[in-house]
């Protein structure tokens, strides 16, 4: 009959309505929202610093020691126990920069002025001349003594050296000493006598004819100076000079000699013929 179901048709029909009502009663019960999207959890950003390098250090370039003509040194006070060493140098080219060091030996303050230049720099062959104050850090008058390339520096001879100019007056310097020759004769006490070789600084300048000697013990310092008239323009060539110093009788020994910033030794024979 078309009015009555099969028992499988009614089974059909009653699972299908079940099927709808489980799904309609699913979606009451979540309140018809979606599902909940999954987060995506974020990687942190790692910021890569790259280092940065110092530009690399530049090769210092090498130097060498040049010995400088020391025209005029003078000491002055400064300040309270205070002074300083004024030099007056002749440099030799366009390049060389004067260099100064001061150490102490008990009472003894030994300065020592020198040249520097790059090596291997083409320098113009220019004569120059320069002024190095050099503070000592001392005074004057608390028993010091002043030491300049292994010459004494004597005040009141700087002094009496440093008058106003005018038309007589000169100025003073260290010749260049490139040489010197020892010559011991005979007898006892032997006489002993130095053949010295070196350059005047100027066209004007002249020896001083009297040098200064000093013999302190087995030691003998001698002073070899130039003098020129003061503020007089004068053509900066170096001339060359020959001159022999007697240095008197000496006894039997070993004897240390400077001559300016130049050192040697020579000996007097036991029992000289």
Request: aromatic share 6%.
């Amino acid at each position: 009959m078309v009015g009555s179901w099969s028992r499988w048709q009614r089974r059909m029909v009653r699972g299908a309505l079940c099927g709808f009502l489980l799904a309609w009663w699913g979606i009451a019960c979540s309140g018809g929202s979606s599902p909940s999207p999954v987060a995506t959890p974020i990687q942190p950003v790692r910021s890569v610093v790259t280092p940065t390098s110092s530009p690399p250090a530049q090769p210092t370039p090498a130097t060498e020691r040049v010995e400088l003509v020391i025209r005029r040194s003078t000491l002055q006070e400064v300040g309270t126990n205070q002074a300083e060493l004024v030099v007056d140098v002749t440099l030799p080219d366009a390049c060389t920069e004067p260099r100064w060091a001061v150490s102490r030996d008990g009472a003894r303050v030994v300065v020592e002025l020198w040249g520097e230049r790059p090596v291997g720099l083409a320098c113009a062959q220019v004569i120059r001349e320069g002024t190095v104050t050099v503070p000592l850090g001392m005074t004057l008058h608390g028993g010091f003594v002043v030491e300049l390339n292994g010459v004494e520096i004597v005040p009141e001879e700087d002094v009496a050296g440093s008058q106003e100019p005018g038309t007589n007056a000169l100025e003073y310097g260290l010749a260049m000493v490139e040489q010197v020759e020892v010559r011991v004769g005979e007898g006892v006490p032997a006489q002993v006598e130095i053949d010295v070789q070196g350059s005047l600084p100027d066209a004007c300048a002249e020896l001083v004819e009297d040098p200064t000697i000093v013999v302190e013990g087995q030691r003998v310092t001698v002073q070899v100076e130039w003098q020129r008239p003061r503020d007089l323009v004068c053509a900066q060539v170096l001339r060359p000079f020959t001159t022999t110093i007697p240095l008197g009788a000496f006894p039997p020994g070993e004897y240390t000699l400077v001559v300016n910033d130049m050192e040697l030794t020579f000996t007097v024979a036991d029992g000289q013929p």
